[in-house]
């Protein structure tokens, strides 16, 4: 016959015992708002404070119609990464019985029951099994699941009440999650619908040239913005093409939606994957959780794709599908995900000849080349030179919050150079200028132009324009004892006064030496 003082005693202990673990849950559940790492650090005080093993919370999807598994304790990595992938539907199984009435759910031998679906192969079929609902019938998140380490019945119902309380804290830090990441979104999208009023008002404003060459780039790109037409950027590196995306995104009836990009040349093609079009929980190692895609971070937006002449034959199969359709599967899933997203792409590479290679698919090709803008580089619309050395100037000097000017001076030995890296290389040549200018003023002093450079990229100038066989040696445009003028001067005495001779000498095009004769009140004679 058992002793009643003892059994007093027990009960008094265990009581003791699930008082001590809610209090180290509440505390756990108030540390962070990180719920993926909150209720694993919950389950495994479930398991070493109150006795109960293999503790789960699954939380209701809607987007999945169903519940799926936010945590899992006590099971080993291969069955926790294979229960990211489990859904459990409205009134299927027990889960689903809890989730759908609200009700908790006890079985006293979960080998009698069912309803229990055993998709994770984890919980002891001798011991019970107790469910209890994340909420009330108004609102149900999800459901809290746990197993007794003992089969004794009689402390069945105050194990189950011990885990109604843990629901209800954890049930709290749920909604106050949801509450934070309700107002965080608010304020998100306040701040991109700012940004994006900010750079609708400055996207053309950032952009430079009065050729004519760039007069019809801005006609095409206020054209085509109206439309949702996919365009095609091409240009070599460095001159503009992320700009001109921007401007076309932001000017198009898309403004206000998301401008998204990437380039497809800084990521392998597993990876590259991912990033467009997202993957679930446990596709694969370190994807601790679900993570949307650009292509559905861009969805009723812009999807800007630089470098889409690198992307692999094996994945322009998949890019093709979605521009096609409209629809992908996230990596690891099997849902199908419809999205409305205006493609822009950009690429330096000659497509056509990757095409005749075999390097770039036909079909994918003509679906990108809706659209084609070509930009010229920076050799050939040096009229716009000064201008664009102007505006980076000002714009350095903002960054540096300092004045800083550009010489004439620097400006003409800037025109003198071939600009392989285009605006880009333009840009850091300024930048370095304005750092070695202690008084703020550039001039042709600290203007440092990567020699290398200009002699690697010279041939294009040169084929353009070829030095006569018969002529005299090209001056030295490095002699410090000339200066720019006297150089020009010089030239044109050599020459005989022809323009067309003197720019062979000094390495220009006709229309420098023209601009530099303007521009120095250099007097023509006539021979």
């Known amino acids: 016959m058992s002793d009643p003082n003892l059994s007093g005693v027990l009960k008094s202990f265990d009581a003791e015992q699930q008082l001590v673990a809610l209090h180290k849950i509440s505390v756990i559940l108030s540390r962070s708002l990180n719920m993926e790492d909150t209720l694993k650090q919950m389950l495994a005080c479930l398991d070493e404070s109150a006795g109960m093993q293999f503790g789960m919370v699954t939380l209701y999807n809607e987007s999945r119609q169903g519940m799926l598994v936010q945590a899992l304790h006590g099971a080993n990595p291969e069955v926790i990464c294979d229960a990211s992938r489990i859904k459990y539907r409205t009134n299927e199984g027990i889960l689903g019985a809890v989730q759908t009435k609200g009700e908790t759910q006890v079985i006293a031998k979960v080998s009698e029951d069912p309803r229990f679906l055993d998709r994770l192969s984890l919980y002891d079929y001798d011991l019970p099994l107790i469910c209890v609902p994340l909420g009330s019938s108004s609102y149900r998140a999800g459901v809290l699941v746990a197993q007794p380490m003992s089969s004794d019945l009689s402390e069945l119902s105050r194990k189950t009440r011990f885990l109604e309380m843990v629901a209800n804290l954890i049930l709290q830090t749920l909604q106050l999650s949801n509450t934070v990441q309700k107002e965080k979104q608010v304020l998100q999208e306040r701040n991109e619908l700012l940004e994006s009023k900010n750079k609708r008002a400055n996207n053309f404003s950032s952009m430079v040239g009065n050729t004519a060459a760039m007069r019809q780039i801005f006609e095409t790109i206020a054209q085509i913005a109206k439309f949702d037409t996919t365009v095609l950027i091409r240009g070599e590196s460095g001159t503009g093409k992320e700009l001109i995306a921007g401007a076309i995104a932001y000017t198009s009836p898309r403004a206000n939606a998301p401008f998204i990009k990437l380039n497809c040349a800084a990521l392998p093609d597993n990876l590259l994957e991912s990033e467009l079009f997202g993957h679930e929980k446990g596709a694969f190692t370190g994807a601790v959780k679900t993570r949307k895609g650009r292509f559905e971070l861009a969805d009723g937006g812009t999807l800007f794709l630089d470098e889409i002449g690198e992307i692999s034959a094996g994945f322009q199969a998949k890019l093709l599908r979605v521009l096609q359709e409209g629809e992908f599967e996230r990596v690891g899933g099997q849902e199908t995900i419809k999205v409305d997203v205006r493609i822009i792409t950009a690429t330096n590479k000659p497509l056509e000849q990757e095409v005749r290679n075999g390097n770039f698919r036909e079909d994918l090709y003509y679906r990108l080349n809706v659209m084609p803008i070509?930009?010229?580089?920076?050799?050939?619309?040096?009229?716009?030179?000064?201008?664009?050395?102007?505006?980076?100037?000002?714009?350095?000097?903002?960054?540096?919050?300092?004045?800083?000017?550009?010489?004439?001076?620097?400006?003409?030995?800037?025109?003198?150079?071939?600009?392989?890296?285009?605006?880009?290389?333009?840009?850091?040549?300024?930048?370095?200028?304005?750092?070695?200018?202690?008084?703020?003023?550039?001039?042709?002093?600290?203007?440092?132009?990567n020699q290398t450079t200009m002699s690697a990229f010279a041939s294009p100038r040169q084929e353009r324009y070829p030095m006569s066989t018969d002529a005299p040696a090209p001056i030295n445009s490095d002699n410090a004892d000339l200066d720019d003028r006297q150089r020009v001067i010089s030239a044109l005495e050599q020459s005989g006064w022809v323009q067309a001779k003197a720019a062979r000498l000094l390495g220009m095009s006709p229309r420098q030496i023209a601009y530099r004769i303007q521009t120095m009140n250099i007097h023509v004679r006539r021979m």
């Open 374 to 449: 070509q930009l010229p580089p920076l050799r050939e619309r040096l009229d716009d030179l000064p201008e664009l050395a102007r505006f980076i100037v000002v714009k350095l000097a903002k960054g540096q919050n300092r004045i800083l000017k550009i010489s004439d001076g620097a400006i003409r030995l800037l025109l003198g150079h071939n600009w392989p890296g285009n605006i880009r290389e333009l840009e850091n040549c300024l930048e370095r200028a304005s750092i070695m200018s202690e008084s703020g003023l550039i001039d042709r002093d600290v203007v440092m132009i």
